[in-house]
């Protein structure tokens, strides 16, 4: 992982968040920035464990749920919103509890394509979507779940039994972000392209 990229992107997006809010105050029924703003903390949940993480993603599905009062018809904010119950469902243990956020999501998704059906990206959530029960599994059966909300290992086996673990934890780490990373990654560029359109000033220079 490039430790200095991150760093970047969490220097941008503290930056977008803060414009965010700025524009808010003096404006705050524009659906545009409430979307952008949701995004960004999309973005930023992932700098985040645990708890500080989950409150993170709940405050952007409030900013994106405003955005959706302003313009219910805002299919960028609908989107968003279905990342940020995808992010939530998979942190949540039960299968059962997670399916309706899953659920939840893929209702979000469905709205933004029948408003937007030539949005590839909108399409391909949607199919990535029906796959989302099936890596939740994966995720939780190996202990990702528990390493993203920040908890720590717990006594480990043998260093053999241990390397072995390892590894399967690797593989499903690589199908976790096979298919949920570009999500984010997504989100991140639909938050990019949203500021600059708005000509955003530049972060301030490290």
């Excluded at 243990?93 to 659920?103: I, Q, S, T």
């Excluded at 673990?165 to 690589?174: P, T, V």
Aim: net charge negative; glycine share 6%.
């Amino acid at each position: 992982m490039d430790m200095s990229s991150d760093f970047d992107r969490l220097l941008f997006f503290e930056h977008a968040r803060r414009t965010a809010e700025a524009t808010h105050a003096k404006n705050p029924l524009d659906a545009d920035n409430l979307t952008r703003w949701g995004g960004v903390l999309l973005e930023l949940s992932q700098f985040q464990n645990g708890p500080e993480s989950a409150a993170m993603v709940q405050d952007a599905i409030q900013k994106l749920e405003e955005a959706l009062v302003v313009n219910p018809r805002k299919h960028d904010a609908l989107w968003c919103l279905g990342n940020a119950y995808t992010s939530s469902a998979f942190v949540i243990p039960d299968l059962d509890v997670a399916k309706g956020y899953f659920d939840k999501a893929t209702q979000y998704f469905e709205q933004a394509y029948e408003i937007e059906p030539e949005n590839e990206l909108y399409k391909k959530s949607l199919e990535v979507a029906s796959k989302a029960p099936e890596l939740h599994v994966e995720i939780h059966k190996h202990g990702l779940a528990q390493q993203a909300m920040g908890s720590g290992p717990g006594p480990g086996p043998s260093t053999s039994a241990s390397s072995k673990q390892s590894a399967k934890k690797s593989k499903s780490s690589d199908l976790k972000y096979d298919i949920f990373g570009w999500i984010i990654l997504a989100v991140g560029i639909v938050t990019w392209v949203g500021f600059a359109k708005s000509n955003m000033p530049p972060p301030p220079p490290r």
